[in-house]
């Protein structure tokens, strides 16, 4: 069955550098996802799309920003980045039209950033 | 306080035993409940989810929520080794379809 994919896989760059994260969710989700993993913690949310619309903003700061396409893929732009920044960042995806309350979400292999 | 809690452990337990996974959660609105599995540097991976009060099972795991309690646990039957792995339990809280997460719980399956 076809998963959530993100590219690239690993990322490297430098402070105060520009990045771009790239999610393709399952055919036929509505809905995508933003988390960032540091090492150790719980995945934190950072926004959502429903429909190629924000739904819903976390913990994400200023410096990041996102979009959902006509093609449903999400992209997350990250700026000036900065050490703290380093983390696994995961794209999920999830059907919500119809589907009730159950909201299964289905994660993609993640992006590890490295910020030097 | 998180809104879901759990035990970070780790849990250790021999192979072919049953491992025992809890978590309490705060919004009593919550309406659904996931758990994944994650294996060190990868993605997590949805196990089971569940919605209603009661047991759910599916092969070896098996949830149960208990709405009155605020509780919900995963149950692993005849643990393997491949079983260790950190658990996230999650739920969406009332009015929310984003889950949010505990910290997970490590599990060891030991030969």
């Known amino acids: 069955a076809a998963g959530v994919i993100q590219s690239p896989r690993h990322l490297i760059k430098e402070k105060r550098e520009t990045a771009t994260l790239k999610c393709y969710p399952i055919p036929r989700h509505d809905t995508v996802y933003w988390y960032q993993q540091g090492p150790g913690q719980d995945p934190q949310f950072l926004i959502s799309?429903?429909?190629?619309?924000?739904?819903d903003k976390g913990s994400i700061p200023d410096r990041f920003s996102a979009q959902q396409f006509s093609d449903y893929h999400s992209e997350l732009n990250m700026s000036s980045l900065e050490l703290g920044d380093s983390a696994l960042y995961f794209c999920a995806s999830s059907r919500n039209s119809g589907s009730g309350p159950y909201n299964e979400q289905f994660f993609g292999p993640g992006t590890r950033l490295t910020v030097l | 306080q998180k809104e879901v809690e759990q035990n970070s452990g780790p849990l250790s337990v021999p192979e072919g035993a049953i491992a025992s996974l809890n978590c309490t959660y705060s919004?009593?609105?919550?309406?659904?409940f996931f758990w994944y599995r994650q294996y060190s540097g990868k993605s997590p991976e949805l196990i089971m989810f569940i919605y209603s009060n009661g047991d759910k099972e599916d092969g070896r795991f098996t949830a149960q929520l208990n709405k009155a309690s605020q509780y919900v646990s995963l149950l692993i039957r005849d643990s393997q080794p491949s079983d260790s792995a950190t658990y996230l339990c999650?739920?969406?809280?009332?009015?929310?379809?984003?889950?949010?997460f505990g910290r997970g719980t490590s599990l060891i399956v030991h030969p």
């Open positions: 919004d009593r609105g919550s309406q659904s």
């Open positions: 799309f429903y429909e190629k619309m924000q739904s």
């Open positions: 999650a739920s969406t809280p009332g009015g929310s379809y984003i889950p949010t």
